[in-house]
């Protein structure tokens, strides 16, 4: 492993900050660097983007409401979104939520349900399939410091939040402390407790089960600290820097192989980083084959740091799943993955599909070659596509004699749509078991009168929601493609981004419920109730892969 010292061409940056957060995007060609504190000594809310090809700063104009000032917030990639959650604005904690569309350099502030955390700094999150969980960290009340061991889930699809209570044996109340994951399980190391000793222990969280356990750890063990940075890189946690105390600050580097549960410390070749504490950094791989960047800081003068590292690991990224975006499929989920396979893998000669209408005992058989209108020799079991299931929640704010207006939210971005009966008036009943959303750039829908004037129709505001699930969508240049997942009958209807796209697709999405109510994220199975030796654990599941291959 070596050191190097990463030169700028043209200056710019950020400048001297700690409290910052830095995240990689786009395979690690750019670093979003936001927030922190040592500028002209005020917080920044402000975004400074690093071009690692061309080793380049700039700061890209923003649009939308810009976040409040702060520091020691969290930040977390979901694919090219970035979540801050937190942290504070020197005066008080903030638990403020808001969504960095880094394609558009977009804030986006979404509208929030459920048991969100309280305001706090200091804590930690880490990304598990479609679910942000939210670690501990420091808040206040009567200007009294209050320490949290306290877990929290975003549903990041619904943006509804819920409180977990996991069992077995938890970390004990602390801020400063890191967090990652691997293997559906989230990490914590370290950090201050509420009677200000400074911590070395590990816990892990096995996000299937909701049960903790602390890893019992052999090795060159990590020395107590909190502050300090933790960059995962597969199965090995790179820890860097931190403080134990006013005097004793950390430049070293230690590593956690977390399926062995072995620490060791590395020592690089070259110049490397000063002792700091609260400095960001983040993994560049695989645009720089496993290097680590950090950047900023604060010194034990108290003083921001503004330089820039690269750690080269020289470490090969294992061929196996990113656990920050790809979860394990619930027993559930996979029968109803199986059920649909099968659905597509009828036989051709069964050339009728039931669908069953809402509230009615009425069965309509759809022969396989019924199309709109507009969507001439496009069959219907075209769009059975039993893999890649998502989930959202639309509102409908609006309903007309033809159908609904709606309002989303898709991976942090607000989409607004139109949802068409496509029943023929008046000798047919509608079918609205699901529907089927067109997003085209000119408007146009199969179902659209003549005229194609659709707002002389009186619209009543009704402010009910609907769930939609079982959907797959995929983004190209602005264009969305949707498609059903059962095998009924349709409804047509327009999806719009706010904004204008040149780019169309057709998009379907399976209308399940009528009610309001946002399902639950199915995070209580299966709970043990004893405590697990997470090392035990670990190196059964290791044989198991091994076994496996």
């Not at 090795?219 to 134990?244: C, E, S």
């Amino acid at each position: 492993m070596r050191w190097e010292r990463v030169g700028v061409h043209g200056g710019g940056g950020p400048g001297k900050r700690w409290g910052h957060t830095c995240n990689s995007v786009f395979g690690g060609k750019l670093l979003y660097v936001f927030g922190g504190y040592g500028k002209d000594n005020r917080h920044s809310n402000k975004v400074h983007v690093f071009d690692t090809v061309n080793r380049m700063w700039s700061e890209p104009v923003m649009k939308g409401a810009l976040p409040t000032p702060r520091d020691s917030h969290s930040c977390t990639n979901i694919g090219d979104n970035l979540f801050v959650f937190g942290g504070t604005n020197g005066r008080e904690p903030l638990n403020d939520l808001h969504i960095l569309d880094t394609s558009s350099n977009t804030w986006i502030s979404p509208s929030l349900r459920g048991d969100r955390p309280n305001p706090r700094e200091g804590h930690s999150a880490a990304l598990i399939g479609k679910r942000l969980f939210i670690f501990g960290g420091c808040g206040k009340y009567d200007d009294t410091e209050i320490y949290y061991d306290d877990v929290y889930v975003l549903n990041t699809e619904t943006f509804v939040w819920k409180r977990i209570a996991p069992s077995g044996t938890p970390p004990c109340k602390r801020e400063s402390h890191s967090c990652s994951s691997w293997n559906n399980k989230i990490i914590i190391i370290g950090g201050e407790d509420i009677s200000s000793f400074y911590l070395s222990d590990v816990h892990i969280l096995d996000t299937d089960t909701l049960v903790w356990c602390k890893l019992n750890t052999t090795g060159q063990n990590l020395p107590p600290r909190a502050g300090h940075t933790t960059i995962a890189f597969g199965k090995n946690l790179f820890v860097f820097g931190g403080f134990a105390n006013d005097q004793s600050l950390f430049n070293d580097v230690y590593v956690l192989d977390v399926a062995a549960g072995t620490w060791t410390e590395v020592m690089p070749t070259g110049e490397g980083p000063s002792a700091r504490f609260s400095v960001a950094g983040d993994c560049l791989d695989p645009h720089l084959g496993g290097a680590l960047v950090f950047i900023g800081g604060c010194d034990n003068n108290l003083q921001p740091l503004e330089d820039m590292y690269y750690l080269y690991t020289g470490l090969v990224r294992e061929a196996e799943r990113d656990e920050r975006r790809i979860e394990k499929l619930s027993l559930r989920k996979q029968l109803k993955l199986k059920c649909q396979e099968q659905q597509a893998l009828a036989s051709p000669y069964d050339n009728t599909l039931v669908g069953f209408e809402n509230n009615a005992n009425v069965h309509h058989q759809l022969p396989l070659n019924y199309t709109q209108p507009s969507r001439q020799n496009i069959y219907l079991n075209e769009y059975q596509t039993p893999m890649g299931k998502k989930t959202f929640q639309a509102k409908v704010t609006k309903s007309f004699p033809d159908g609904y207006t709606i309002e989303t939210v898709i991976d942090g971005k607000p989409l607004r749509g139109v949802l068409f009966s496509n029943k023929p008036r008046p000798e047919q009943t509608p079918c609205n078991d699901s529907i089927r959303i067109t997003n085209t750039g000119s408007g146009e829908t199969g179902n659209e009168k003549p005229n194609n004037d659709h707002n002389s129709v009186k619209e009543v505001t009704r402010p009910t929601e609907k769930n939609v699930n079982n959907f797959q969508q995929a983004d190209v240049s602005g264009g969305k493609s949707i498609r059903n997942e059962a095998p009924v009958g349709d409804v047509t209807a327009e999806m719009k981004s706010p904004s204008p796209s040149d780019a169309s697709a057709a998009q379907e999405v399976h209308d399940v419920s009528k009610s309001s109510a946002v399902p639950d994220v199915n995070l209580e199975s299966s709970r043990a109730s004893d405590p697990v030796d997470c090392g035990t654990r670990i190196s059964k599941e290791n044989a198991t892969a091994k076994n496996d291959s």
